[in-house]
């Protein structure tokens, strides 16, 4: 069982940034594929970026250039750098993990952190 906790969120204007953290529990953090979806309202939850095990990410096309994700396996935490924000990113934000997946349905979910982007 893996519980994770996002942090990080808030209040931002366009063209800010923000950074997103995810704690989770456990001691085989090093082996989960990590992963953040977001859902903005009246839309459906939309991959954001992922990152595997040894390290190689992924990005929505939305985000690329914009976002990064990493790891630190000794603080059992996963971030989401959030730069040159545009109000379209606002949404929730969820932090994902699995074992054996990346990107579809991840086993474990956080309870999300909102960002909100004003224009």
């Known amino acids: 069982q893996v519980q994770l906790v996002e942090s990080g969120g808030g209040l931002v204007q366009a063209g800010g940034s923000l950074r997103l953290s995810c704690a989770a529990s456990g001691r085989t953090f090093s082996t989960y594929n990590m992963g953040w979806f977001r859902q903005a309202p009246g839309k459906e939850r939309e991959l954001v970026a992922t990152?595997?095990?040894?390290?190689?990410?992924y990005y929505t096309d939305s985000v690329k250039g914009r976002f990064s994700i990493s790891r630190d396996n000794a603080r059992n935490t996963v971030y989401l750098q959030m730069n040159s924000l545009k109000p379209e990113d606002t949404a929730v934000y969820y932090c994902t993990a699995d074992p054996n997946k990346i990107g579809a349905r991840p086993d474990y979910w956080g309870q999300g952190t909102q960002v909100t982007v004003s224009s």
């Open positions: 990152i595997n095990w040894l390290g190689d990410t």
